[in-house]
């Protein structure tokens, strides 16, 4: 009896020295973070007050700013629309190279996973920064962007649910005599079909968010006329487009829940 | 048994096999018009991907003098330092605010608000809250700190918000029965309730942070980002992709450090 | 008419499933396969159409040697070769005609299958099948819809409308409760007589092999223990089937001269009967 509970205060000793010991390593690396940070001549103690300020001028916004905002906003949502369709297209191959179960061979499986890895460590932003200076500035630049950081979400996901599948569907399709095409339509397509639309609606939604600021660095969308308006201290401005941005995204976040939901 | 054959059709969704073919319709018009706004034309496409070759050429092999080396490593650690010292101040602010936010603690207008700014923490961009902070507060690190900290208040606490309203209020009525104070009822009957996840979802959250902070210095809020557009501007393409490498490399290595810490301690 | 040769089959494991199975099956006979789990039946009847690769030995279905097919040659002669699962196998998530046409799949383009536009006759004679494996009007319901007696007929529909010259029955009713079980069963002979299509069924309940078999034969280890009509198999030859025990010389009429009351008792202990799985 005693034995047993000296064992299990020292387990649990040990489990509090792992924590202890995180718990310190968290901390040093913050102290550590802060001091090594360069923060420049701003106090933080000053930040509430700067923040109010600019947030003062932003009062009230400028409904007039509307009417130039129609054009970027809808810009923005086809970029997203584009985007998504290109990456879905793209993402199908990847999805099969990148699951187990249907890749052809080991090398084409890390290829599949090179691919998802590269188009998810790399910034949507970035991508855009690179497809600039490939096609120009505009918003061709930034829907192909968009596609090339969803291919790897998409890739991902989509392959996790391939390996998920019932092979057996799979084997019964392919014991009758079908070609490849057809096992794919036939086999796969119908047990993944859920999760590809699911998960493409879903992209979409985080899409159009990601849209918003490709104008950054000249790839198009509603982010031109924010930085613009910012460039200009138009802050009213930058209040009216903020605003038609959170309403976008407030609506297609439901309208992306609402539809995932329909799908069985 | 009808004589002759007779013929099968794929029941559809919808109503009306018209309504499939005008949804259809609508979906494929819909891209062709998006394909004209943003000027897709195969000329310019075809002629973007015929220079595509030559620009892959550009960007490759990757290099950087020694001196820029040094610059790479500099900007990446403020990054790191930035998302390590934002993940706390936001985890720090998250807490009231998930208190707030949850509807069965907090009273009506107070969770209205709340939910409010966590929305709108949620729906923008940290680019576009990054480049706020600047105007705000100018240049530097501490405009990407805010940034972050603002990113994460609306993450961590829309999780943390969900969690509580989650949790057994059986338990804490048993605290309060006892006589305890609200602080004590917060302390024994909530706080031990959402302890387990909090952990996970902290490291989660830094492992974001550091992908946001490698970013975000392109509008000039800190970090490896400034110099990734600077590099750019310059047409310095093999100084590029060597950023745009260390930028993966840390990335792959928060998130395992992140996936490890977790699976260990939670 | 299918004739298997030597059969053997070697996993990467270094499992020896088959160790040279000769097996034929000819005109419109039905054979039952049986043998306790792990006997090599499912290899046995998945190698036939090369789902599963053989390692040696030769397969001939009429004229055809499926082992030396390369990989088109193979699609094709998979058309002739209809195959009902254990667990069913269709594709839960399409209609019932949807998985009926499947079987059709070697007869259409891509395009064609993705469009769903299979000739007429294709469509009408999937209509005759499922309405006599008594699924008529049932056409449109989701196969996931469905309880287990019934996707077991819509994939002996998907099997039939092949129009194939042999047909492979991997387990029909293990996932089936005794009594669908031998209906099911009784289905699938019946429409195998009517189109005089022979059929090798890998099936590990005594009870119905027996009942709706022409032909028997046991596997033991991934070895032949046992060849012979219902009649013959006594005692002794499924002793020989389930515990293994040395094969005697006189395979093919099975009769077994002595059996011990040892014997006896453990195979009546061994032996799964119709129901179990």
């Excluded at chain 1, 590809?196 to 660095?217: A, E, H, K, M, Q």
């Excluded at chain 2, 590099?231 to 840390?250: E, K, M, P, S, W």
């Excluded at chain 3, 030396?68 to 667990?87: V, Y």
Aim: charged share 20%; with cysteine.
């Amino acid at each position: 009896m005693a034995a047993e509970r000296r064992e299990w205060e020292r387990f649990d000793r040990r489990r509090r020295i792992g924590r202890f010991l995180l718990t310190l390593v968290a901390a040093v690396a913050v102290v550590g973070s802060w001091r090594f940070m360069d923060t420049g001549i701003v106090r933080p103690e000053t930040i509430p007050r700067e923040v109010g300020d600019l947030l003062t001028r932003m009062y009230p916004p400028d409904v007039a700013y509307t009417a130039r905002i129609v054009g970027p906003l809808v810009e923005t949502v086809q970029i997203a629309a584009l985007g998504t369709i290109g990456a879905l297209v793209l993402a199908v191959p990847v999805a099969l190279l990148a699951a187990e179960n249907t890749t052809p061979n080991a090398a084409t499986f890390w290829l599949g996973k090179v691919v998802v890895t590269v188009s998810r460590s790399v910034n949507t932003i970035v991508w855009a920064l690179f497809f600039v200076v490939l096609f120009g500035s505009g918003p061709l630049a930034g829907a192909v962007a968009i596609a090339f950081r969803s291919v790897g979400f998409l890739g991902k996901l989509l392959g996790e649910e391939i390996e998920e599948i019932d092979f057996g569907q799979v084997e019964a399709v392919r014991a009758a005599g079908a070609s490849s095409a057809q096992v794919l339509l036939y086999g796969i397509l119908p047990q993944v079909k859920p999760a590809l639309v699911g998960l493409s609606i879903y992209r979409w939604d985080i899409n159009i968010r990601d849209s918003t600021v490709l104008g950054f660095v000249g790839a198009g969308g509603i982010g031109v006329q924010l930085f613009r308006a910012v460039n200009a201290f138009a802050w009213q401005s930058v209040a009216t487009v903020l605003i038609v941005i959170l309403g976008v995204v407030v609506a297609t976040e439901s309208l992306s829940a609402y539809t995932r939901g329909l799908v069985r | 048994m009808a004589a002759g054959s007779r013929t099968w059709e794929r029941p559809t969704v919808f109503p009306r096999r018209g309504v499939k073919w005008a949804v259809y319709a609508g979906v494929v018009g819909f891209v062709i018009w998006s394909g004209v706004g943003v000027g897709a034309d195969p000329a310019r496409i075809a002629g973007g991907l015929g220079r595509s070759g030559s620009l892959v050429g550009d960007f490759l092999p990757p290099s950087a003098t020694p001196r820029q080396a040094q610059r790479i490593l500099d900007k990446m650690l403020e990054s790191v330092a930035m998302a390590t010292v934002s993940t706390l101040t936001g985890i720090v602010l998250s807490v009231p605010i998930a208190f707030m936010a949850a509807e069965n603690l907090s009273p009506k207008p107070l969770y209205a608000l709340n939910r409010g700014f966590i929305s709108v923490s949620r729906a923008f961009n940290a680019i576009i809250v990054g480049i706020i902070a600047v105007k705000a507060i100018g240049f530097g690190p501490l405009a990407g700190v805010l940034t972050i900290t603002f990113k994460t208040v609306g993450f961590f606490s829309k999780l943390l918000a969900e969690d509580l309203e989650d949790i057994d209020m059986g338990s804490v009525d048993a605290v309060r029965a006892s006589g305890a104070s609200p602080v004590q009822i917060l302390l024994y009957g909530v706080v031990p309730q959402i302890v387990p996840r909090f952990a996970g979802l902290s490291v989660y959250r830094w492992d974001i942070n550091i992908r946001t902070s490698t970013i975000i210095g392109i509008v000039g809020a800190g970090g490896i980002g400034s110099v990734l557009l600077t590099a750019f501007n310059r047409y310095d393409y093999r100084y590029v992709t060597a950023i745009l490498l260390a930028i993966v490399a840390v990335v792959l290595v928060a998130e395992g450090v992140s996936a490890v810490v977790r699976r260990r301690y939670t | 008419m299918l004739r298997v040769v030597d059969l053997q089959k070697t996993y990467p494991t270094g499992d020896e499933a088959l160790k040279g199975v000769t097996v034929s099956v000819e005109g419109s006979e039905t054979v039952a396969m049986i043998g306790p789990s792990g006997a090599g039946k499912s290899t046995f009847v998945r190698c036939i159409n090369r789902l599963t690769e053989p390692s040696g030995g030769e397969i001939h279905l009429d004229d055809t040697t499926l082992t030396a097919l390369g990989d088109d040659a193979l699609r094709s002669a998979r058309r002739d070769i209809g195959m009902i699962f254990q667990e069913y196998n269709l594709v839960e998530r399409l209609t019932v005609m949807e998985n009926v046409l499947t079987g059709r799949l070697g007869y259409v383009s891509a395009w064609q299958a993705f469009r769903r536009s299979f000739p007429a006759e294709d469509v009408e004679r999937a209509y005759e099948i499922l309405e006599r494996v008594g699924l008529g009007d049932m056409e449109n319901k989701r196969v996931d819809e469905l309880s287990g007696g019934q996707r077991q007929r819509v994939g002996i529909a998907r099997a039939v409308i092949q129009q194939p010259k042999i047909l492979l029955v991997d387990e029909p009713t293990s996932s089936l409760d005794p009594e669908t079980s031998d209906t099911v069963m009784g289905l699938l002979t019946d429409i195998a007589a009517e189109r005089e299509v022979p059929v090798l069924i890998n099936i590990h309940e005594v009870d119905l092999a027996m009942a709706h078999a022409d032909r028997i034969v046991g596997l033991h280890g991934g070895e032949l223990v046992f060849e012979g009509t219902p009649d013959d198999l006594d005692e002794r030859g499924l002793d020989q089937v389930y515990r293994g025990a040395d094969v005697p010389e006189n395979v093919g009429n099975g009769r077994a001269s002595e059996a011990g009351a040892d014997g006896d008792a453990l195979a009546e202990a061994d032996r799964p009967l119709a129901g179990e799985t």
